[in-house]
């Protein structure tokens, strides 16, 4: 008794037009191109989340003359926001496509920033990290979605929203 039934295999593929050794450079030079455009961004916005992590509290106990809860709430402002924002994110890129939702987020990371870096009162400080979590997940999720997109596997669409409208293997009772 089996519980899952296989996908019907695929009524052509890339070997039917190129040989078997130049479908793997065109697979090669597809992996790259994706892992480039996914991950270069990642890193570059990564690295610059990392570098203000040990500085925030830094910048809110000694110029903004903030009390210890509050620099523990403008420390974890990134990962509260991150929270709010995931479920909606991921409804607002359903809605608009990951092109939008990247730009989003990065614009959203962008006004962040300068808005704690300029920020004259711990509440704006909080408020700029909690807007950064926000943009942070908004762009993680566009990347994700973009990589779901990317990657055609029929066991992947299990994943998605639209795969439970029958693109998945069904269940046999």
């Known amino acids: 008794m089996t519980f899952f039934s296989p996908p019907d295999p695929p009524t052509h ?7 078997a050794m130049e479908a793997a450079a065109f697979s090669r030079r597809a992996a ?16 610059a989340r990392s570098i ?6 830094l910048f809110a106990r000694q110029t903004l003359g903030a009390s210890d809860s509050l620099v523990g709430l403008s420390a ?3 990962g509260l926001g991150s929270i709010f ?7 607002f890129i359903g809605h608009c496509g990951y092109e939008v939702g990247l ?3 990065v614009a ?3 006004v962040a920033s300068c808005l ?11 408020l700029g990290q909690v807007l950064y979590g926000c943009g942070w997940s908004t762009f993680t999720v566009s990347l994700q979605t973009r990589l779901r997109q990317a990657i055609d596997h029929p066991y992947l669409v299990l994943h998605s929203a639209r795969g439970m409208e029958g693109d998945a293997p069904t269940a046999r009772a």
């Not at 790259?32 to 690295?47: C, E, M, N, R």
């Not at 924002?85 to 409804?91: C, P, R, V």
């Open 13 to 19: 593929s890339i070997s039917m037009f190129f040989s």
């Open 32 to 47: 790259v191109g994706l892992a480039v455009a996914i991950y270069g961004p990642t890193i570059v916005v990564f690295v």
């Open 52 to 57: 203000c992590v040990p500085v925030l509290p």
């Open 76 to 78: 974890s402002g990134q």
């Open 85 to 91: 924002a995931s479920a909606g994110s991921g409804l």
């Open 103 to 105: 730009n989003t987020g």
């Open 108 to 110: 959203a990371m962008m």
């Open 116 to 126: 704690a870096g300029l920020a004259q009162h711990v509440g704006l400080l909080v």
